[in-house]
């Protein structure tokens, strides 16, 4: 295998394993935020609109990101 090929398969294993940290940690958060909502009554809708909304950018974003990196379009450089 070309060592240029393995370095590029390399960087996209490591990101995609970023990747699924990154949204391991996302999802915690969104779990305490949501347990905090619970919790407490000034939390209105608003809020939880706000909530739904980072919850569909962030996994919108997640997906485009993942498919980039395993089509190997963004292996190196800044990621968006």
Do not use: N
């Amino acid at each position: 295998m070309l060592p240029g090929l393995r370095l590029r398969q390399a960087r996209e294993r490591l990101g995609l394993a970023y990747l699924t940290a990154l949204r391991g940690d996302f999802q915690s958060l969104l779990r305490m935020a949501k347990v905090i909502a619970v919790l407490s009554p000034e939390v209105v809708a608003v809020h939880e609109f706000e909530r739904l909304c980072l919850m569909a950018k962030f996994a919108w974003q997640y997906e485009m990101i993942r498919w980039k990196l395993s089509a190997g379009q963004a292996a190196t450089g800044r990621l968006e």
